[in-house]
């Protein structure tokens, strides 16, 4: 099976499992997989994440150029810009999902962590989670916002959007949206409780433990 057949394959499986969860409704959300030559394969346009068609799927240039299956979806320059800056990045996962929308919603004090590290594996698969400010979809605008917080941050939060999400593989890209969403969760439950967050020297101590 060729390269391309078998990341195809992947993205809709990823696809179907994250709608299935609840991560992903109607026609909202993309998730793409970079290919050996730096193209990249993504859903189309207004198409269900529960429903993807691996003859379907768009694929573009590095340069951003469309050149094989439906149109890419309009938010495809979000991907664009997170694999420039990320060269070891191979998934991309942009959700809506409803608690992190909730998080990016609200008012921050420290807009560059939105996240506390309630979790060990937050931690070790988001760490920190900057809120990048509000644009209107497709805005072209977001391009250089996105690309200034991937220089350092595999994941972001739209503000009044949703997270955008990369991962060493389509495979680690999945996994970390699901820990950032059912982090975002447990920042909802835990809203006004007393609680105990990671320290600092919990925090290095994972950092040591697990280097990225």
């Not at 998934?91 to 608690?99: A, K, N, Q, R, Y």
Request: glycine share 8%; net charge neutral.
């Amino acid at each position: 099976m060729s390269e391309e057949a078998r990341l195809g394959e992947a993205i809709c499986r990823f696809g179907d499992l994250l709608y299935r969860r609840g991560y992903a409704h109607g026609s909202t959300g993309n998730i793409s997989a970079r290919l050996d030559d730096g193209s990249f394969l993504i859903s189309p346009t207004n198409s269900c994440l529960g429903l993807l068609d691996p003859a379907r799927l768009a694929r573009v240039t590095p340069d951003g150029r469309h050149i094989g299956g439906d149109p890419p979806s309009k938010e495809a320059f979000l991907h664009l810009a997170m694999y420039e800056e990320r060269a070891g990045a191979r998934g991309i996962v942009h959700l809506h999902s409803t608690h992190a929308v909730a998080v990016s919603c609200l008012r921050h004090d420290d807009p560059t962590d939105v996240l506390p590290p309630i979790t060990a594996y937050h931690v070790m698969r988001i760490g920190r989670l900057p809120l990048i400010p509000y644009y209107r979809p497709g805005d072209r605008s977001l391009t250089e916002a996105v690309r200034a917080a991937a220089r350092r941050h595999h994941a972001v939060l739209l503000a009044n959007h949703g997270p955008v999400v990369a991962g060493k593989s389509l495979e680690d890209a999945v996994f970390n949206a699901e820990e950032l969403e059912e982090t975002a969760k447990l920042r909802l439950l835990l809203e006004g409780r007393p609680t105990r967050f990671l320290d600092a020297a919990q925090i290095a101590a994972l950092a040591a433990a697990f280097p990225s």
